[in-house]
């Protein structure tokens, strides 16, 4: 609980960021509106190279350094991480069905919701290694051995999962009819709940990892800013 108390904390400190992470979660989805896509995944990026960096200092050296450091430590690393998880998304991007929308979606959530669980400690070790390959049997293995301890984290992934799968019901049999705005501002709140989630995730799984692994702290205390 400890672990958790304190995420929650950590991430209240960086709600500003969270509009405009939600923004684009919500925007990048809108057909209307892909035009933005590019800038708004560039922005995203940048702005989670600053958030995921600052809390793995806050965590493992108690201090945080400059924005400019932390992209250049941190920015391709993270990109690359996110298009090798994001493989088997776009592989199942052509399962399209508007007369099983929700049963596609599901199927789509669960893949997602069982390649979230089995890499909850990606990140964190992608941002504590400053590696990326590396990072993916290492973050294998770690949730195999810790699966009990890990119980709160795949709760609140689940929580998220379920969230997005009631946002869909609702947006598909309540709000199909009803004007973009209302539909997209719907899908905005609940990218809002979202993105405060996965920052609690991302916190506690780093805690757990900082906390039952010293050697992280060594590895970030050896290359200073």
């Not at 057909?31 to 806050?58: P, Q």
């Not at 592989?91 to 049963?103: P, Q, V």
């Amino acid at each position: 609980m400890t672990y958790f108390r304190d995420s929650l904390k950590r991430a209240k400190t960086y709600l500003l960021f969270i509009p405009f992470l939600a923004l684009n979660e919500t925007v990048i989805r809108n057909e209307s509106t892909r035009i933005y896509a590019f800038f708004l995944n560039t922005l995203a990026f940048i702005l989670y190279a600053i958030v995921y960096g600052s809390i793995v200092e806050e965590i493992a050296l108690k201090t945080k350094s400059e924005w400019s450091h932390l992209l250049k430590r941190h920015l391709l690393n993270l990109v690359a991480a996110t298009f090798i998880l994001y493989i088997p998304v776009f592989a199942t991007s052509y399962l399209n069905s508007e007369e099983h929308y929700l049963r596609v979606f599901a199927f789509k959530g669960l893949i997602g919701f069982v390649i979230q669980c089995a890499t909850l400690y990606l990140m964190p070790l992608v941002f504590l290694k400053r590696k990326v390959l590396s990072s993916f049997p290492q973050a294998l293995r770690y949730i195999a051995h810790h699966l009990l301890q890990s119980t709160s984290l795949i709760a609140l992934v689940l929580l998220g999962f379920a969230l997005k799968y009631i946002v869909a019901a609702v947006n598909a049999y309540y709000f199909e009819t009803e004007p973009v705005v209302i539909r997209y501002g719907f899908k905005y709140i609940h990218d809002l709940v979202s993105t405060y989630i996965g920052l609690v995730i991302f916190s506690m799984a780093s805690s757990l990892l900082i906390s039952n692994e010293p050697s992280f702290m060594e590895v970030k205390q050896s290359n200073p800013a």
